[in-house]
């Protein structure tokens, strides 16, 4: 059982094996605070299209799980490709039953964001205004933060560690206003006679 204060469920818009956008949501994780606890969600390709026909009762597990899942969460971070200008399908599905029921969405006053990356010049970018658009029709608490990595299959080495300085500042900065977002409190620093308290029981 982890102590962090809060926890961000982490969204990456694509399905690929080897997603650049799942690297870049990885890399937020091991580079965040102590307080901050990163869950991943992978069950996007796992719910069906979706259909009004398919709600009340019928509303598929995969579904619940997946509003559970947001409801639980502080925060959510959305990491999206971009496919013909927009967020991919499967990523605005997921959004629209998230939505729902009418007047139930679980992103109502959600703290949110949304990241993406491309290998092209734009990184993503229209998709994540797109994604933007999209959280605050459901009422989402939307972080005034952006951040499209262009050249993205640059910013990572072979074994999918994030190796860019710049993107990994960017990637920070926007974790930390988005935990700032939620309004829970980072834990204090320790004390200096803590801290050396701590030292030494390390180095004993
Ligand atoms: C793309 N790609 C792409 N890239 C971009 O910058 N703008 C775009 O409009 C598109 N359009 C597009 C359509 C389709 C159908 C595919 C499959 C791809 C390229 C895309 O950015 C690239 O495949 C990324 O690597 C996908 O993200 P993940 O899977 O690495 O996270």
Partial sequence: MSSSALT??????????????????????????????????????????????LEGALTPASV???????RA??????????????????????????????????????????IGASPGRYGAQRSQEAVRRVLGAMGAEILDE????????EKFDTEGVLVDEDVAAQLDGLVSSLAELTGIPAPPLPSSAEYSLECQRMLA
């Fill in 8 to 53: 961000v469920l982490a969204i990456p818009g694509s399905l690929r094996r080897g997603s650049f956008n799942a690297m870049l949501l990885r890399a937020a994780d091991a580079r965040s605070p102590e307080h901050v606890a990163f869950e991943h969600y992978e069950g996007l390709g796992d719910l069906p299209h979706f259909s009004e026909d």
């Fill in 64 to 70: 619940l799980e997946l509003r559970d899942r947001l």
């Fill in 73 to 114: 969460a502080d925060a959510v971070l959305i990491s999206t490709p971009e496919y013909n200008g927009a967020m991919p399908g499967s990523l605005k599905n997921a959004l629209d039953w998230a939505s729902r029921p009418p007047g139930e969405s679980v992103f109502k006053e959600k703290p949110s964001a949304a």
């Fill in 146 to 153: 952006e951040l499209p990595v262009p050249r993205v299959h």
